[in-house]
């Protein structure tokens, strides 16, 4: 082929290479905070999966909970992610895919057993941000599962 046809044709070929990344760079994230939530996290083995909070729901576990959950100012722990009112909507949520659950929407939550959520704190959800908190004792993931419960409306 000659120069003057050659041409064109890398150039289209260049232009095409651009868009399919341009294409790929904005797939943007999921909305945070949808409900219903698609969820895909992993399950947990069976003897978590079926245990349930062995903690009553007293107002000290209850407000324990809370206190965890939303942290402090400097360190805001799980709401930084999940928000502090855990509707899936804190600072770092959009940059995240899987999004942080929405703990506020019954559709996707009351389904899932205290075991499971249990699990997925302690240990992480591998391949999305959900860390492991593996530096917390049985009682204080028991105090945040309560919390968690009391939000789903
Ligand atoms: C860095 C961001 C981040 C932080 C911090 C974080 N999470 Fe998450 N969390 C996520 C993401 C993202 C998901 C969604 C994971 C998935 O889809 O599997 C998630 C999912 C979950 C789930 C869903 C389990 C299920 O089976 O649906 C629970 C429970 C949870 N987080 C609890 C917590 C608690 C409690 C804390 C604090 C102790 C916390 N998370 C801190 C990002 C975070």
Not at 109 to 116: H, L, R, S, T
Request: proline share 12%.
């Amino acid at each position: 082929m000659r120069e003057q046809t050659m041409l064109p044709l890398r150039l289209l070929t260049m232009l095409a290479a651009m868009l399919s990344f341009a294409t790929f760079a904005a797939r943007a994230a999921p909305p945070p905070g949808e409900c219903p939530q698609p969820r895909f996290t992993g399950t947990a083995p069976a003897e978590f999966y079926e245990r349930s909070n062995p903690l009553p729901a007293t107002p000290e576990h209850l407000s324990a909970g809370e206190r965890r959950f939303v942290g402090t100012p400097e360190n805001e722990s799980c709401a930084i992610c999940h928000g502090r009112k855990g509707d899936g909507k804190g600072p770092l949520a959009r940059q995240y895919d899987p999004p942080p659950r929405n703990f506020t929407c019954a559709k996707t939550i009351v389904g899932v057993p205290d075991g499971q959520l249990f699990w997925i704190i302690r240990y992480g959800s591998p391949g999305t941000a959900m860390p492991p908190h593996d530096k917390l004792t049985d009682e204080q993931v028991w105090q945040l599962v309560h919390h968690l419960r009391q939000l789903a409306k």
